[in-house]
């Protein structure tokens, strides 16, 4: 038999077997090696990612601020010792390693340390052209800070590792931002439903046959006093039938002591005018060129004024008396959501008037709901019919801004407070000095007016203007404010406690710089000697007890006047005497007491 082996029949050699191995060792070792570098990159960047939110918190931290200063001198050295709200944080306390809430140094985060600082540079514009440099010009915060926030971590991986960002912290001085300058206007934003007041002290004044109306939003303007600076804020709302919001407007105007400082030489203000496309006044800002001296806010009295101030000293060119300090007064009105300086306040109308006619729940039983609507259409006729007669009178700027007459006459058109209603007479100047209902509130309310432009009187028709007499008057700028906690009132208080049994009814005595302190009593001492009006101070603590123009007969007298008095040169909306010789407004009503 013939054994033969085929060649198809052999198999691997051990040489071919060494060499597949050797080929498939290397390349699991690349692979490994290959993860390996992936897992490292992965842990790297993992860090830097933690380091980089690190930043990012600090960033955030940094510019959380609320106030540009404040008068706790404490934070800038505890900031780090648990201070656990945002209102004593403020960005004159942002500094090398300090400022914010969260703290320098190590942060243990997963299981690694993250050392974090960061380093804070102060910028300041100056000069023509605004240059930003370190010097400091003489405002009272910095333009900007500069700010570095550096991240460093040891790892495994790696040591020595850094992540550091570079940002900017503004002060946002609205000269400052992109909006200092002339700014475009607005467009009319969405439709906000309005709720009115509804208040006794809140007079909607109608200014459209379709219904359309404007009141202030509060019964009484807030008020507040800082340091030597007054301020005065109070919004006016425009709303139609259907209550939408047709147009907001947010008012402040206050008083700032200011001292000497480097000149300023152009101011951004803003001003009302006629927009030809949307057919309706707006107001925009623009930039005026004078010098005005006085610039920096004197803090000299102790507690820290309004912020407002810094704008009002800076740009206010209302200096009101000689020296090297002074008061200033300053309107400001928000435009583009900013607060701009406006000119001053106008002054047209200021009449005193009891609460009582237009209020249905005062105290007269016999007042109406229905009543009231008649009084408060009465007195919303009485605010338009003043606004188009002051406009066709004094049909120029320069002849508006010369005049000085203020209207108190609408007692006569209210036929001085007297309703007749069927076979009940209802006078609201009447008093009894028996029962517990028998103190009433007199208000003093104030009509002011903007002159405004002339493109308000634009077609009627094709080739016919409207005129004053029938101009729409949501075209003119006009506002009609409460101001019984803002005037003065006599007779007062401390009358009977300097001895006398009724007031004398002379401002020169018993009204000076501010209003009386009630004795530092809430209380009137002399309770059964004499009728009087309340005519407390802005902070005795009586706002709730005794409010200011309320009128207390305690004495039965044929007749007892009630004088209020307000400074037209502090723009009516000051409660301070600025200077001496300042001109005044009076009006009163005479009441009837049994």
Excluded at 80 to 106: M, Q, R
Excluded at 400 to 422: G, R
Excluded at 500 to 512: I, N, P
Aim: glycine fraction near 6%.
């Amino acid at each position: 038999m013939d054994h033969r082996t085929s060649t198809l029949q052999r198999g691997f050699s051990i040489i071919e077997i060494l060499l597949a191995t050797l080929i498939l060792g290397v390349g699991i070792l690349a692979v490994s090696k290959l993860q390996t570098e992936m897992l490292r990159g992965g842990a790297t960047a993992h860090q830097r990612s933690v380091a980089t939110n690190l930043i990012q918190q600090k960033t955030d931290d940094l510019r959380r601020f609320i106030h540009l200063t404040t008068s706790d001198a404490d934070v800038a050295d505890t900031w780090s010792a648990g201070i656990s709200s945002p209102v004593s944080l403020a960005f004159v306390h942002i500094a090398s390693n300090e400022g914010g809430l969260l703290d320098s140094g190590t942060h243990s985060i997963g299981n690694l340390n993250y050392d974090l600082s960061w380093k804070v540079n102060d910028y300041y514009f100056s000069g023509t052209d605004s240059t930003a440099s370190t010097t400091p010009n003489g405002d009272p915060y910095p333009s900007f800070k500069m700010v570095r926030i550096k991240v460093e971590w040891d790892s495994a991986e790696s040591a020595n590792n850094v992540v550091s960002f570079d940002s900017i912290i503004h002060a946002y001085a609205p000269s400052n931002t992109t909006l200092g300058g002339n700014t475009p206007t607005g467009n009319d934003g969405p439709v906000i439903p309005y709720d009115p007041q509804q208040q006794p002290d809140v007079v909607p004044i109608t200014i459209a046959v379709d219904g359309v109306k404007r009141e202030t939003s509060k019964p009484l303007p807030d008020l507040s006093k800082k340091g030597d600076s007054t301020l005065v804020k109070f919004e006016t709302v425009t709303y139609s039938q259907s209550l939408d919001t047709v147009k907001r407007e947010e008012f402040r105007t206050l008083a700032c002591f200011c001292k000497n400082g480097t000149n300023n030489s152009e101011q951004v203000y803003g001003y009302t005018t006629w927009d030809d496309t949307l057919e309706k006044i707006v107001d925009v800002t623009t930039t005026r060129t004078d010098t005005i001296s006085k610039t920096v806010v004197d803090n000299s009295g102790g507690e820290l004024q309004a912020d407002e101030c810094f704008i009002c000293c800076r740009d206010g060119d209302d200096v009101v008396s000689a020296g090297s300090t002074t008061f200033k007064v300053c309107r400001m009105k928000r435009v583009d959501g900013i607060l701009r300086l406006f000119d001053p306040w106008k002054m047209i109308g200021f009449n005193v008037i009891p609460a009582s006619y237009f209020n249905d729940s005062d105290g007269l039983a016999v007042m109406t709901t229905t009543q009231q609507a008649l009084n408060i259409a009465e007195y919303s006729a009485y605010v338009t019919s003043l606004v188009r007669g002051t406009l066709e009178t004094n049909n120029s700027p320069s002849a508006y801004n010369s005049l000085t007459t203020v209207d108190s006459s609408f007692s006569t058109v209210a036929n001085d407070f007297v309703n007749v209603i069927a076979s009940t007479t209802l006078d609201h100047k009447f008093y009894s000095s028996t029962g517990s209902a028998n103190a009433r509130q007199i208000q003093a309310r104030a009509i002011y007016l903007d002159y405004p432009p002339s493109g308000i009187f634009n077609e009627l028709s094709p080739g016919v203007n409207y005129s004053a007499t029938n101009v729409p008057l949501d075209r003119i700028p006009f506002y009609e404010v409460n101001m019984t906690e803002l005037a003065g009132w006599v007779p007062d208080v401390n009358v009977g406690n300097s001895g006398a049994t009724s007031g004398d009814l002379a401002f020169d005595a018993d009204y000076t710089d501010n209003h009386d302190d009630v004795n530092n009593s809430c209380v009137d001492d002399n309770v059964t000697g004499r009728n009087f009006v309340s005519n407390h101070a802005i902070e005795n603590g009586c706002e709730d007890q005794l409010s200011r123009g309320e009128f207390t007969p305690l004495v039965s007298t044929t007749t007892t006047s009630a004088q209020s008095r307000i400074f037209t040169n502090s723009d009516g909306v000051i409660d301070r005497n600025i200077n001496t010789g300042n001109p005044v407004v009076t009006d009163g009503i005479v009441l009837e007491v049994q």
